[in-house]
């Protein structure tokens, strides 16, 4: 008898949507095609799209320490609402996950808390060169993460003689949070005090384009790879699609919704996050981007902060805002305004994911594989509220946003975890598996 057994579904498969039923057994995928098997459990996917599990590669849970705003649990909630099966969290924590004891340590507090897959991101420091080279085969850890700008945490790691020290030694995919730390001082005389429109001005296009020169030269030179996240620049696009040799790099769904002066005016501080959201040239820039395939991946550079320090004066006010759970609405709300393609689409959040960071049996829907879906409804119209937010932060920056094209089930690990908005079951999240 098979687990479960997904009818009537157009399924993505090798680059197509096709009419076939998908069968799972024990986690894995057991068969694709007209199946008639008996099964224990069953999702009619008529009228429905059958993705596989789409993963978010840059999350902020804030555990261990700033609990009282996101955990584990709770994110990964988050995720599975907004039909994420994998996570990729990062170790700007208190105490930071800089450590094979704090990676050990944030192993153990996921384990039987996490409703999604989940990876760790291993964090750089200036004196942590000797743990960086020897990573290979660490369970759970997707990459290293290096600050080069400073940002929320204590991780930064700003000196150019260091930096290239973490590339030198480092084992894994080296992520980089790329902004110019020597420009972002230079810069703090440009803030202005209660004004947030100010905040692109403080964390320049130059502070962005410096550090994005230097890492992607840095990287060369050890022939080590880096994946420059959350790019905000049209330099840095134009920048980095002439060196693809090495170098891959992301754009979040907020930098390609949102743009200044109009989000800040609406928003203010609560639009607020690093690296900055600029102005229209440099959104129209992010989508050339993505209309030519020029970036590899979409995170939603999930970093949630409590309402109450949101709103503090501007500098005072954090910067961060949560996205995992809207990722997916956001980007097939763009899918259908056309202005990407359903497989481009899953090229960022499913396969390049893996071809990038090595993950094993995920991101396809092929024979074998691990059995992580994400179904959705292209034709669903929802509207976002803050009251249906997971995260314990409790609101989005796409707050009364409509949206067309919905997650409807996540399936992890042949499990429903979430039907019709719905979380199911227990948490029993893994971590992935990398090569």
Same mark, same amino acid.
């Given at each position: 008898m098979l687990d479960l057994l997904i009818k009537n579904g157009q399924c993505y498969i090798d680059g197509e949507l096709k009419n076939?039923?998908?069968s799972i057994k024990d986690g894995k995928i057991k068969d694709i095609g007209q199946i008639s098997e008996k099964s224990k459990d069953s999702i009619d996917a008529k009228g429905l799209t059958v993705l596989p599990g789409c993963i978010d590669t840059q999350t902020h849970f804030r555990e261990p320490g700033s609990t009282d705003t996101e955990d584990l649990n709770s994110g990964s909630r988050a995720a599975v609402a907004g039909g994420i099966t994998a996570v990729f969290e990062m170790p700007n924590t208190n105490p930071p996950t800089s450590s094979k004891n704090e990676f050990k340590r944030k192993l153990d507090l996921a384990k039987d808390r996490?409703?999604? !897959?989940?990876?760790?991101?291993?964090?750089?420091?200036?004196?942590? =060169?000797?743990?960086?080279?020897?990573?290979?085969?660490?369970?759970?850890? @997707?990459?290293?993460?290096?600050?080069?700008?400073?940002?929320?945490?204590?991780? /930064?790691?700003?000196?150019?003689?260091?930096?290239?020290?973490?590339?030198?030694?480092?084992?894994?995919?080296?992520?980089?949070?790329?902004?110019?730390?020597?420009?972002?001082?230079?810069?703090?005389? /440009?803030?202005?005090?209660?004004?947030?429109?100010?905040?692109?001005?403080?964390? =320049?296009?130059? @502070?962005?384009?410096?550090?994005?020169?230097r890492i992607v030269n840095i990287a060369k030179r050890h022939n080590k790879r880096a994946h420059v996240l959350h790019v905000t620049t049209k330099q840095e696009?134009? %920048?980095?699609?002439?060196?693809?040799?090495?170098?891959?790099?992301?754009?979040?769904?907020?930098?390609?919704? /949102?743009?200044?002066?109009?989000?800040?005016?609406k928003l203010g501080t609560y639009a607020q996050m690093n690296p900055p959201i600029r102005d229209k040239s440099h959104y129209d820039r992010l989508w050339y981007a993505i209309r030519n395939n020029l970036n590899d991946t979409i995170g939603s550079d999930h970093a949630p902060h409590l309402k109450i320090n949101k709103e503090k004066e501007?500098?005072?006010?954090?910067? +961060?805002?949560? +996205?995992?759970?809207?990722?997916?609405?956001?980007?097939?709300?763009?899918?259908?305004?056309? $202005?990407?393609? /359903?497989?481009?689409?899953? $090229?960022?959040?499913?396969? !390049?994911?893996?071809?990038?960071?090595?993950?094993? !049996?995920?991101? %396809?829907?092929?024979?074998?594989?691990?059995?992580?879906?994400?179904?959705?409804?292209?034709?669903?119209?929802?509207?976002?509220?803050?009251?249906?937010?997971? =995260?314990?932060?409790?609101?989005?920056? %796409?707050?009364?946003?409509? %949206?067309?094209? =919905?997650?409807?089930?996540?399936?992890?690990?042949? $499990?429903?975890?979430?039907? !019709?908005?719905?979380?199911?079951?227990?948490?029993?999240?893994?971590?992935?598996?990398?090569?």
């Open positions: 076939v039923d998908v996490m409703f999604c !897959n989940y990876a760790f991101y291993f964090g750089a420091t200036a004196d942590n =060169s000797h743990e960086l080279a020897d990573l290979k085969n660490l369970e759970g850890c @997707c990459g290293i993460k290096l600050f080069a700008g400073s940002s929320t945490g204590n991780l /930064l790691v700003a000196n150019e003689k260091d930096i290239e020290t973490v590339f030198k030694n480092s084992s894994k995919v080296v992520a980089v949070h790329s902004e110019d730390e020597e420009i972002l001082n230079i810069n703090k005389k /440009l803030i202005k005090k209660g004004d947030v429109h100010t905040h692109p001005i403080w964390r =320049s296009e130059e @502070c962005a384009i410096s550090s994005t020169r696009v134009d %920048f980095l699609s002439q060196h693809k040799v090495n170098v891959t790099f992301e754009i979040t769904p907020q930098h390609l919704t /949102l743009y200044a002066p109009d989000c800040y005016d501007y500098p005072n006010s954090p910067s +961060g805002m949560p +996205g995992v759970q809207t990722l997916l609405p956001v980007m097939l709300n763009h899918v259908n305004n056309g $202005k990407l393609s /359903l497989k481009q689409l899953i $090229k960022l959040v499913c396969e !390049n994911p893996i071809k990038i960071f090595g993950i094993k !049996n995920k991101g %396809f829907i092929k024979i074998g594989y691990d059995a992580d879906f994400t179904i959705v409804n292209m034709n669903k119209d929802i509207k976002i509220q803050n009251k249906n937010i997971e =995260s314990k932060c409790g609101w989005s920056p %796409f707050n009364g946003y409509s %949206f067309k094209g =919905s997650p409807i089930a996540t399936i992890i690990n042949g $499990k429903i975890k979430m039907l !019709n908005g719905k979380i199911l079951g227990e948490p029993e999240g893994l971590p992935l598996d990398f090569n």
